[in-house]
């Protein structure tokens, strides 16, 4: 099969040839930025190999032309997952719909078709999508074993998980990993036959949340998590209060954590 390589930089067609040549079974003329994508990123070729229906999505269904939203990522995100999902099966539609997203975001940053702020906006925006969903799943099995923490007036309570370093600034980049900090607003204990402290009820929560984006399965992590920012680094506990929270920023924290 003979390739139309026009605009192909001298130096990235022989490199470009050879992947065409592995791939040409998957091809998609209606991408006319495919060369130069493919001459750009090995990770883009793999995913492609990987992900039968990758080039079509793309190709067909108007991903390229704009921005992804929140709103968008999260129902595209829910038509990867459901509800009575194994493990495996949820940890690996997890990845399936990151990989994705990166191969979008990449492809759109070598196309041309979005400048670098935009790049980093998707990126940070496309971890607080997926770990918002791994903080609902992790908190509907937590819930169902041990009841739902409430605060004084009734309303349940939610772990708040702090973005910090490249994703609390929105300049997440796509191999970065991601600093968090887990919170929880009140003590009490959970209802339900086997009640937990707030306290371990997070930070079994936290733990999970971790779990389920860092695992390493046949098609790769989500994310991996650092807690290593968290009050006392990791001495410290795993979640803490919000006035407990409040306490170390005023009486122990450092500079760069007050500014933070």
């Given at each position: 099969?003979?390739?139309?390589?026009?605009?192909?930089?001298?130096?990235?067609?022989?490199?470009?040839?050879?992947?065409?040549?592995?791939?040409?079974?998957?091809?998609?003329?209606?991408?006319?930025?495919?060369?130069?994508?493919?001459?750009?990123?090995?990770?883009?070729?793999?995913?492609?190999?990987?992900?039968?229906?990758?080039?079509?999505?793309?190709?067909?269904?108007?991903?390229?032309?704009?921005?992804?939203?929140?709103?968008?990522?999260?129902?595209?995100?829910?038509?990867?997952?459901?509800?009575?999902?194994?493990?495996?099966?949820?940890?690996?539609?997890?990845?399936?719909?990151?990989?994705?997203?990166?191969?979008?975001?990449?492809?759109?940053?070598?196309?041309?078709?979005?400048d670098i702020d935009t790049v980093l906006r998707e990126l940070s925006l496309l971890a607080d999508v997926c770990i918002r969903?791994?903080?609902?799943?992790?908190?509907?099995?937590?819930?169902?074993?041990?009841?739902?923490?409430?605060?004084?007036?009734?309303?349940?309570?939610?772990?708040?998980?702090?973005?910090?370093?490249?994703?609390?600034?929105?300049?997440?980049?796509?191999?970065?990993?991601?600093?968090?900090?887990?919170?929880?607003?009140?003590?009490?204990?959970?209802?339900?036959?086997?009640?937990?402290?707030?306290?371990?009820?997070?930070?079994?929560?936290?733990?999970?949340?971790?779990?389920?984006?860092?695992?390493?399965?046949?098609?790769?992590?989500?994310?991996?998590?650092?807690?290593?920012?968290?009050?006392?680094?990791?001495?410290?506990?795993?979640?803490?209060?919000?006035?407990?929270?409040?306490?170390?920023?005023?009486?122990?924290g450092r500079d760069w954590e007050r500014y933070a």
């Open positions: 099969m003979s390739w139309n390589l026009d605009g192909i930089p001298d130096v990235l067609r022989p490199a470009l040839e050879a992947r065409l040549e592995k791939v040409s079974d998957i091809f998609s003329p209606a991408l006319p930025a495919l060369p130069l994508v493919w001459a750009c990123s090995d990770f883009v070729v793999e995913s492609c190999r990987r992900d039968a229906g990758l080039l079509d999505w793309l190709a067909t269904q108007g991903v390229l032309a704009t921005e992804a939203g929140e709103s968008t990522l999260r129902a595209d995100l829910q038509a990867w997952l459901t509800a009575d999902a194994d493990d495996a099966t949820y940890l690996d539609a997890l990845r399936r719909f990151r990989r994705r997203q990166l191969v979008r975001i990449a492809w759109r940053d070598i196309a041309g078709l979005a969903a791994a903080c609902a799943r992790a908190a509907t099995e937590l819930e169902a074993r041990h009841g739902t923490p409430l605060g004084a007036d009734g309303t349940p309570l939610e772990l708040t998980v702090l973005g910090m370093g490249k994703l609390g600034g929105g300049e997440l980049n796509f191999s970065s990993d991601i600093d968090l900090v887990f919170l929880f607003p009140a003590h009490g204990e959970t209802t339900g036959r086997r009640p937990l402290e707030h306290e371990e009820w997070f930070a079994r929560l936290g733990r999970r949340v971790a779990q389920l984006l860092g695992t390493v399965t046949a098609e790769g992590f989500v994310y991996r998590v650092d807690l290593r920012l968290r009050p006392f680094g990791e001495s410290g506990p795993l979640v803490v209060s919000f006035d407990a929270f409040e306490d170390y920023l005023q009486q122990h």
